[in-house]
Antibody, heavy 125, light 112 residues
Framework: QVTLRESGPALVKPTQTLTLTCTFS??????????VSWIRQPPGKALEWLARIDWDDDKYYSTSLKTRLTISKDTSKNQVVLTMTNMDPVDTATYYC?????????????????WGQGTLVTVSS | DIVMTQTPLSSPVTLGQPASISCRSSQSLVHSDGNTYLSWLQQRPGQPPRLLIY???NRFSGVPDRFSGSGAGTDFTLKISRVEAEDVGVYYC?????????FGGGTKVEIK
């Protein structure tokens, strides 16, 4: 059974750094083709992809946010960590982690098949 | 970035009647490997998104067969053959053909 769960602070102040952790089970990020992404959703708005880390430690970032984002993984703990610097009220959103399996293989779907429940982060002084 | 445009923004539907959502991409979603990485997600109120359809028309595990996807190139459609109460929510299309992955703005399905 594949599960993902996001954790982190519910409230951060402007200019602070946000650190979020995605803890997952039911798969391994050391398996060839496995990728985990972070996606966010401001209240009442659409989804926005933020970053991705792959089984081989390749990392990819949103063009508009890449100077503020860092993604990393701890395979032994089954965790993916996202940090976002210089937080602003416009960054208030629910942050999700989700996986895409089988990248680069014939069975690659190009779709996020499992998502965490999300964690709401509010940026306010 | 590829822009995904969904219509309508809102779709009031009578229970048991069909619903249809359109998604148009600003560029062709045909990948160099020949696949089209267009997927559909459902987000029920207060819930995370859930994968319904991948690669245009493939239903994900456990998705009822009243959901179907079609289309090609830049124009895609999600159809619900007979809307049930549990189908209320917002539906998103997403492309993963070109980096970065991008989502449509969402279509809200509600019961009349």
């Amino acid at each position: 059974q594949v599960t993902l769960r996001e954790s982190g602070p519910a409230l951060v102040k402007p200019t602070q750094t946000l650190t979020l952790t995605c803890t997952f089970s039911g798969f391994s990020l050391s398996t060839s083709g496995m990728c985990v992404s972070w996606i966010r959703q401001p209240p009442g708005k659409a989804l926005e992809w933020l970053a991705r880390i792959d089984w081989d430690d390749d990392k990819y970032y949103s063009t508009s946010l890449k100077t503020r984002l860092t993604i990393s993984k701890d395979t032994s703990k089954n965790q993916v960590v996202l940090t976002m610097t210089n937080m602003d009220p416009v960054d208030t959103a629910t942050y999700y982690c989700a996986r895409i399996p089988n990248y680069g293989s014939g069975s690659y779907s190009g779709a996020f098949d499992y998502w965490g429940q999300g964690t709401l982060v509010t940026v306010s002084s | 970035d590829i822009v995904m445009t969904q219509t309508p923004l809102s779709s009031p539907v009578t229970l048991g009647q069909p619903a249809s959502i359109s998604c148009r991409s600003s560029q062709s979603l045909v990948h160099s490997d020949g696949n089209t990485y267009l997927s559909w997600l459902q987000q029920r109120p207060g819930q995370p998104p859930r994968l319904l359809i991948y690669k245009i028309s493939n239903r994900f595990s456990g998705v009822p067969d009243r959901f179907s996807g079609s289309g090609a190139g830049t124009d895609f459609t999600l159809k619900i053959s007979r809307v049930e109460a549990e189908d209320v929510g917002v539906y998103y299309c997403m492309q993963a053909t070109q980096f970065p992955p991008t989502f449509g703005g969402g279509t809200k399905v509600e019961i009349k």
